[in-house]
Nanobody, 126 residues
Framework: QVQLVESGGGLVQAGGSLRLSCAAS????????AGWFRQAPGKEREFVAT????????YYADSVKGRFTISRDNAENTVYLQMNSLKPEDTAIYSC???????????????????WGRGTQVTVSS
């Protein structure tokens, strides 16, 4: 089982930027697709972005497309989420996750992710 730890959250004004990091340890993380999800107060967790094991393909939720970028550095066992042009509605706890199987294709479904971090809080003020 892979262990995931997020960092980089904080308080930022609308229009600002943050970069989240997800450091992985345990099983061979570099062979697993990864994703970012978020949960706002009183709402269900929702998909944000995902990336294949080799970083060759990415997929985004419509709400963040063009503003967020997911990337990974397999040498460092780390996945990133660069968030630009932040809006108050982006306020949430952001969690990273790793897929169940090696070399899996992209999927926005929570059920396809087996390992989860505890999350990092992102707050965007208006």
């Amino acid at each position: 089982q892979v262990q995931l730890v997020e960092s980089g959250g904080g308080l930022v004004q609308a229009g600002g930027s943050l970069r989240l990091s997800c450091a992985a340890s345990g099983r061979t993380f570099r062979y697993y697709a990864a994703g970012w999800f978020r949960q706002a107060p009183g709402k269900e967790r929702e998909f944000v972005a995902t990336i294949t094991w080799n970083g060759g393909n990415t997929y985004y939720a419509d709400s963040v497309k063009g503003r967020f970028t997911i990337s990974r550095d397999n040498a460092e066992n780390t996945v990133y989420l660069q968030m630009n042009s932040l809006k108050p509605e982006d306020t949430a706890i952001y969690s990273c996750a790793a897929r169940r199987e090696m070399f899996a294709p992209l999927s926005p479904s929570e059920a396809d992710f087996a390992s989860w971090g505890r999350g990092t809080q992102v707050t965007v003020s208006s």
